[in-house]
């Protein structure tokens, strides 16, 4: 008798938005920029912004229990709680620690995980990795952010990309030799750190050429950041699908990080796919940076387009520089 191989598949999916929009309109009273611009340019038409006091624990522990309700397991089932964000309430306790409490999970472990936008998929392929080694049966990887608390509301380069929110999904152990995760690449070049910066995030002081300090804002090359993002995440994809012995024509669904259309146009393009299977959803929610992928993933599964034995590809780029690309068959 054969025996199949111990893997994993996503088993529930959730997603936790703030109530509050902000649309280019506002940011048009803001600082000197668009609608036209920013939907040209960018694709985003409105974002979400956490409430006073609605903080990344909050945002990540819905999602999360929304991920849970799916899966149809109790919180004390779970072994491990990831959780990706550049922006938690503290550095500790950590947002898993947060989110451990908030759900009851009382025999997870807990990690934050920093990765900026990439951030889901390495909490993925961790969670693979010790449900692949028999180590684990039930994973929370969840991914939350509150960007507007590190935007610079002044500079139009950046403030009009950004928006708050989370995604989680629930990996749990299955037997099979053709579903759930199918492969994974990881990437990153430290090089490039320089073209996407949060400063005064940690104990390094950044100062202005006068010796003033500068704010705790996102700083950001743009252009090489688009660059770098097109090339790496094309690549990326490229790797997960031939260590699945996938090609492009067997993608169901495509659900690239929503950084700018512009960019998952690009990199679609580069892969072959065509516009109908690439998810998109940057115009409602602009870049929620780690994010991105499961709040996606999770509307991709409420609207049906996420069946049983589709092939699912996400893939993404972020800070760091950092990125990393995930093929999955839906058990
Ligand atoms: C940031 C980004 C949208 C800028 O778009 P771009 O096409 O590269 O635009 P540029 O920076 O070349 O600027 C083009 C012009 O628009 C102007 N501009 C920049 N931001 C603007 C804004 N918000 N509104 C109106 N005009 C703007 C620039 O000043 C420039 O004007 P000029 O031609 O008179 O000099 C784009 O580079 C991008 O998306 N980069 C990747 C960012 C990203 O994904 N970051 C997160 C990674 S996870």
């Known amino acids: 008798m054969s025996v199949r191989k111990i893997t994993a598949k996503i088993t529930g999916v959730g997603k936790a938005l703030p109530e509050k929009r902000l649309t280019n309109a506002d940011l048009e009273k803001m600082v000197d920029t668009s ?3 920013i939907s040209q340019r960018v694709g985003i038409k409105e974002r979400r912004i956490a409430a006073e006091g609605e903080w990344t624990s909050h945002l990540a522990s819905r999602a999360a229990a929304d991920a849970l309700k799916m899966s149809g397991l109790t919180a004390d089932q779970i072994d491990l709680i990831l959780v990706a964000t550049s922006t938690p309430d503290t550095v500790y306790p950590s947002v898993a620690c947060l989110v451990q409490k908030e759900l009851g999970a009382i025999h997870a472990g807990v990690l934050d995980i920093s990765a900026a936008c990439t951030g889901f998929i390495y909490g993925a392929s961790l969670a693979w990795g010790m449900i692949k080694a ?21 500079d139009r380069d950046t403030c009009i990309l950004f928006g708050d929110g989370a995604g989680a999904a629930v990996f749990s152990e299955c037997h099979s030799d053709t579903d759930g995760i199918l492969s994974i690449k990881l990437g ?6 320089e073209l996407l910066e949060l400063p005064n995030s940690g104990c390094r002081v950044y100062t202005d050429e006068s010796g003033n300090k500068l704010g705790r804002y996102i700083i950001m090359q743009g252009n090489e950041v688009f660059k770098q993002a097109v090339r790496n995440m094309a690549e990326c994809a490229v790797c997960v699908l031939d260590r699945a012995g996938l090609t492009t024509q067997e993608v169901s669904l495509f659900i690239p990080h929503q950084a700018n259309t512009r960019i998952i146009e690009a990199v679609a393009k580069r892969l072959a796919v065509p516009a109908e299977k690439v998810f998109v959803n940057i115009a409602n929610y602009g870049n929620t940076s780690a994010a991105t992928i499961p709040i996606a993933l999770c509307e991709a599964f409420e609207q049906g387009r996420v069946k049983k034995g589709d092939v699912i590809v996400v893939d993404a780029f972020g800070a760091g520089l950092t990125w990393g690309a995930m093929a999955i068959r839906w058990a």
């Open 35 to 37: 609608d036209a611009w």
């Open 134 to 154: 028999g180590l684990m049966k039930h994973v929370l990887v969840v991914a939350a952010e509150v960007n507007t608390s590190i935007v610079d509301w002044k």
């Open 188 to 193: 990153g070049d430290g090089n490039y750190g």
